[in-house]
């Protein structure tokens, strides 16, 4: 799709939504009709890192508008219904938009605009059992939408999910192909993972189960054949009082190794990570800490990392990687300041010094603002996040600083 009319159709998606702010349907209406939501984003992304000497002289950066409009029916028959979903991007600055400063997932990675139909899909349910095919968004641990940019990345799947136990969700799905946050092409999965010269999918399957309410947790696996299989666990226990003092416990863990045909090498590859948390009048501290073996990093082609260390830049996964998360966050409407909360986050790294997966070690060090409006503006926020990345040089490491600014708007029209 050329950019002059990928502009035109982001053109004609944002004056739909800036015609109608804030109307809704009532839910007789909605029924009826079906419904009709959105979001905008004007955007703001850049990374910068030192390339050589002391200048912060390799640059991405990107300043954009964007957004989505969705369209689903109501249930036919309490049985069948289709959505469908317009996504695009367009560059506002040339000057902070050049072609060779791409990559920031806002735009193409030559800084240029696109639209696409990025979902488009036919659902079927019978009692607590829903099916959806093609072009959709997903949510998983290790396939998701990885929604940090101007547009989440969507997927032409097949599969269910069923609620037929209580308590418990199963889901199986094949998912052949995936929209790149920064593309209007889909593309196959193994091609997403680094494989070329072939087209394959993955098998995915999920069980997410609440034997006790203070007790979520989640086993999933995903098979890629002829590439690895990924099993993903967690397990979450929340315990306190809410009103007083809350603290929660979590564990995480991944089993990775190379299965069929080995396309991409031979390896096996393991992390776990427990972090706990403490929530007292408005703050929450986080203390974690993760380790991977030393035989491979793990690899998360499809989605947003799972694990609770991964930040702006990085995600601690890298072979034989020790790392450490401390956190601590504020919500500001405990003195009155109503839709403002913050938080800082620093990650330490660790990795070998020698040996085959020897790498420089890292740390990384991020701020959060937030606020949501309330009154006429309400379904908009900002988010300001900065982030600092120091990597030990004498092994190759470059330090970078990351800013991301975001206006959003979420909306529903129908």
Not at 19 to 43: F, I, M, N
Not at 364 to 375: A, H, P, T
């Amino acid at each position: 799709m050329s950019a002059k009319f990928s502009h035109l159709v982001l053109a004609c998606l944002l004056s739909l939504i800036l015609a109608l702010p804030g109307y809704a349907a009532d839910e007789k209406e909605a029924s009826k009709w079906g419904t009709v939501t959105g979001q905008a984003r004007l955007y703001y992304f850049t990374q910068r890192n030192k390339d050589t000497g002391q200048e912060f002289d390799n640059i991405k950066e990107s300043l954009a508008l964007g957004g989505w409009l969705k369209y689903e029916t109501p249930w036919i028959e309490d049985i069948f219904g289709v959505g469908a979903a317009l996504y695009g991007t367009a560059p506002i600055s040339g000057e902070l938009n050049q072609p060779d400063q791409g990559g920031t997932g806002l735009l193409t990675s030559k800084n240029e605009g696109f639209a696409v139909l990025a979902e488009a899909y036919l659902k079927a349910r019978y009692a607590d059992t829903e099916a959806r095919v093609w072009r959709q968004r997903i949510e998983t641990p290790f396939i998701n939408g990885n929604d940090s940019r101007m547009l989440p990345q969507t997927f032409e799947a097949y599969g269910l999910k069923t609620n037929a136990i209580d308590d418990l969700e199963l889901s199986l799905f094949w998912v052949d192909k995936e929209k790149g946050r920064d593309t209007e092409l889909f593309k196959s999965m193994s091609y997403m993972a680094g494989l070329r010269g072939v087209d394959r999918g993955v098998v995915m399957a999920g069980a997410d189960w609440k034997p006790v309410a203070s007790l979520p947790t989640r086993f999933w696996n995903y098979y890629a054949p002829d590439l690895d299989n990924t099993f993903f666990t967690q397990f979450k226990y929340t315990f306190g009082d809410p009103k007083d003092v809350q603290y929660s416990v979590l564990f995480q863990g991944v089993d990775q190794r190379s299965v069929g045909d080995q396309l991409n090498g031979v390896y096996s590859g393991q992390e776990a990570g427990l972090m706990g948390t403490l929530k007292y009048s408005g703050f929450t501290f986080d203390l974690g800490g993760s380790i991977v073996n030393d035989d491979t990093t793990i690899r998360n082609s499809w989605g947003v990392y799972p694990f609770f260390n991964n930040m702006m830049a990085y995600n601690f996964s890298r072979a034989g990687e020790k790392a450490i998360l401390l956190g601590v966050g504020y919500d500001f409407s405990r003195i009155g300041w109503d839709g403002y909360r913050a938080d800082i986050k620093a990650g330490l790294g660790d990795t070998p010094d020698t040996g085959p997966h020897a790498s420089f070690d890292r740390s990384e060090y991020d701020l959060n603002i937030y606020y949501d409006f309330d009154g006429d503006l309400k379904g908009m926020s900002l988010l300001s996040r900065f982030s600092y990345q120091d990597e030990d040089a004498s092994m190759g490491g470059k330090d970078g600083y990351q800013v991301r600014l975001r206006l959003q708007y979420n909306f529903q029209l129908l």
